[in-house]
């Protein structure tokens, strides 16, 4: 089976968010797409806002009905600073009859090589690369950590994202402030945001 494994904060989850997986899906022909929330991001300077239960759930509101969609708890479970090299370890150990491909933004792409071990992350998942609108888009960074027959299934799966213009920054903000989030995260979401008070000031 073909797997695209989604890792981020989803601090909340968002409508960005889950049109992008859908995106990455169709684009690499993926059987299904796991969304991994981390404990820790080493390249965040702080921890989430939510809690790591608060996180899970939002994440099972917003993908429920989705057939495709599937959410691991392995790196809450984890706990500590979340590698990514650690979690496609595990993951090739319990599944070692996937084949495994890594979500990345243009922007990880350019910071890959202050990832933890990013030869071996691409030994274990294939980056499947998608492109903000605008940015440049190459995967030449990631050349130096794989080998030619690899990088060239890189190349041919990356893909120009549709504009999506949300980030769960300004949604936390616009809580804080007392406006409204309302079609910028499911209605499930939304609620549940509102009924555990999240985020509000």
């Known amino acids: 089976m073909r797997v695209g494994l989604f890792g981020g904060s ?25 969304w991994i929330p981390a404990a820790t991001s ?16 939002m994440l099972q509101l917003a993908t429920a009905g989705h057939e495709a969609f599937r ?37 990880s792409v350019e910071s890959f090589e202050r990832w933890l071990e990013p030869a071996r992350i691409c030994q274990l998942a294939t980056p499947l ?30 893909f120009v994202s549709r504009q999506i213009d949300i980030s769960s920054t300004d949604l936390r903000e616009r809580i804080a402030t007392g406006r409204t989030i309302r079609y910028l995260t499911p209605r499930s979401v939304e609620q549940y945001i509102l009924h555990q008070k999240i985020y509000q000031a």
């Open 42 to 57: 080493p390249l965040k300077e702080s921890g989430p806002v939510a809690s790591d239960r608060q996180r899970l759930e």
């Open 71 to 107: 959410i691991l708890d392995l790196e809450l479970t984890r706990g500590g600073t979340s590698y990514t090299v650690e979690t496609l370890e595990t993951l090739r150990q319990q599944h070692p009859e996937h084949t495994f491909y890594w979500l990345m933004g243009s922007d």
């Open 10 to 34: 989803f601090d909340p989850v968002h409508q960005g968010h889950l049109i992008l997986a859908e995106q990455c899906r169709e684009q690499a022909s993926l059987d299904e797409v796991w």
């Open 129 to 158: 690369v998608y492109f903000r609108p605008g940015s440049i888009a190459t995967v030449e960074p990631l050349r130096k950590f794989v080998d030619a027959v690899q990088y060239s299934e890189i190349e041919k799966i990356a």
